[in-house]
């Protein structure tokens, strides 16, 4: 949505409080830009009172002079001179209120129509109404409404009692919704002179600020105000002041001009500088490969337009919007720059900054903690929060946990090197970080290095997808007398996560007795085995492989040696559940558990946990885990930890994340897609998603598609290809068109973000996606596919 363009330079006045001069500042600006005989366009978005008063009547009624150069317009009109959200409703010859997306986007589109027809530098300015945080129609403020715009901003100070506080506030406010402020405007009052506290204090902070002379007092005779008016005007903008309006146009021209050079040598920058993760930097060595993120709000990044950029022909935008298709890195839960979340980050700098923790506490880790443990994925068997700083350190912390629980049990067999030779049981294709423990906790592979050990032993899972429109368990050849495995047709999906109808079933029992007899087998040949380590229904960076949960609680139940049930001891091996990817809906269930029907004693959870905002994760733990650490002598406490543990920052944040997913699990759009996935007899099933399920089964049955799955927010697309495997590019070439911004009609108006995992492409929405957003995005990904 943002938009910025080389010819059109565009800049949104926001005013500090009412009646500050908003309006006869800004048609300064419009009679300045004039003066140089630039074309300008003044926007009022929406207007309240009578016409005869409307800004853009006033800044017609004096740039008259200038004949075609000054265009002046408003949007949205009500008569009644009071705030917009409700004189919205009093006016009841309005048909349309317009929403959030109507209004912003009728803005974008003026914008973008100025633009279409200039050859030659232009000026646009677009005048928000009353203070910052005045509302709009649809009572949204307007430093959050405006947000999606982007548009560099000028700020109007407040001249008069109490302002020096309003303009501070109101920066401030502009500043933690990233606002790009080129600017601050006030009049020189000569009586509160708050200009001469306010230059200091933005020229420390790296802001200009400019003090223009003020209006002369209305007359008495009405008649004598227009001439009285324009002279004014004359005289502010001839004024040679080294903060005259000469200076403002000046400065205003460099600030965009600077933030153009900025964007286009981005890309050679990062390639003499940048040393990327999961990229090899052989393939990416010219500039056209760097896609530079200018700002990101929502699910879209605004990106650079290399053609629009460079080609001086090209009158769009050189920002594009860019669905964010992976939620970057699986972090995303309410979208980018998402105001709350902000607010959480900053209520916590400012009361705590960071502070030590260990022995002490802080309210916002407490809460999280007490939340996460007993109303969260913790409740009914967790007792313990331990923090650390993102999801590879919480599984370190989750294997130490269950080696020493393990060690502590077994302490009689497990003399002097034997505690260095213990190994953990898993899953081909698992996966839980990149530090050097979490990867031994793994199979050699593509994520390994040259000091990986691999300690331990990973079965081969069944897999669940959607192949052809059928919904199938595919079987692997260990587990099944035919050397080539087979394929198993379900019922449906609601079907094949309905576990305990599945726990007496003859492939439950075949499941059974091969993990047995694998186990048996390892007792005598194998590591010993101190603790079994799963991504529940879902592993992530090993291609989004789906895993049978039948397999997965049989696995459990065996390990255990017992039918899973309430336990206050940990059994068999300690059982670790690494939830980073999937924990806290991001598959539509707050913890896999409640669909296992078995409880971990250890879990992880990072990701979603702070909103995409901040690094944070947290390795819950049972009590019966807890007490292997428990004694009086210090060197048997779990001796790890992190400059950062359980920062405030956070952990706030994390609070307020979780009171977000409250709202968004409970919303319409939520209900809404859950129903689309109810089983055949009307009731609600155990998984669904927010793709839609026609969609994914209609794509399953294109020829290049190999298989589709989906949950809650996931949707994972195995392309057929003869040499599949992390290496291959094959997804990434087919769906490469995603990318391109599509501006055709009908078309989803932007490009779309991806990652491949070799021929495995996902994509990922956010908790709150609007479903039109989602559902543009399937009518792009078919006509890649499809077409």
Known sequence: MASLFKHLRVHQIFGANTDVGKTILTTALVLASASRKIPVHYLKPISTGPL????DHHVKRYGRHEGSLISAECLFRYKEPISPHLAAKFNLLTILQPSDETFINAIANRIRRCAANIREPAHMYVETAGGIHSPTVSGTTQVDCYRPLFLPTILVGDSKLGGISTTIASYESLLLRGYIIDAIVVFRDHYYRNWEYLNPYFLERGVELFVVDPPPPIPTDPSKNLTITENYYQSIISSEKEDGMAAIMNHLDT??????????????????TIWWPFVQHGSIQKEENVTVIDSAHSDFFSVTRQNALHDKSVNESVLAPEFDGSASWWTQTFGHAHPALTLAAARASGRYGHVMFPEHIHLPALKLAERLVHGGPGKGWASRAFFSDNGSTGMEVALKMALRAFSVRHKHELEGRKKKELGVLGLKGSYHGDTIGAMDACEEGVYTCEWHNARGYWFEPPTVGIRDGVVTISIPPAFSASTRGHDMKAESLSWVYDIEARLRSPLALMYGSFIQQTMKKLEQDGPKLAALVLEPLVMGAGGMIFVDPLFQRVLIDVVRGRRSGPSSEWSGLPVIFDEVFVGLQRIGMESTSALLGVHPDISVNAKILTGGLVPLAV?????SIFQAFLSGNKADALLHGHSYTAHPIGCEVANETLSLIDKVTASDNWKAAQAKWDKPDGSLGKVWSLWDPVFVTELSKLERVEEVMTMGCVLSIHLKDASAGYSSDSARALLEPLKQFSSAPGGAPFG?????????????TSLNTSPSVISSVEDRIWQAIAE
């Not at 005869?52 to 800004?55: I, K, L, Q, R, T």
């Not at 600030?255 to 003499?272: I, Q």
């Not at 390795?619 to 009590?623: D, G, R």
């Not at 779309?752 to 990922?764: D, E, K, P, Q, S």
């Open 619 to 623: 390795t819950l733990a049972s009590n």
């Open 255 to 272: 600030k965009h001009k600077n933030r153009l050079n900025e964007l286009e040598f981005m890309p050679r920058r990062t390639l003499d």
């Open 752 to 764: 779309i973000h991806f990652r491949t995992l070799g021929n495995v492409a996902y994509f990922m």
């Open 52 to 55: 005869e008063e409307a800004d």
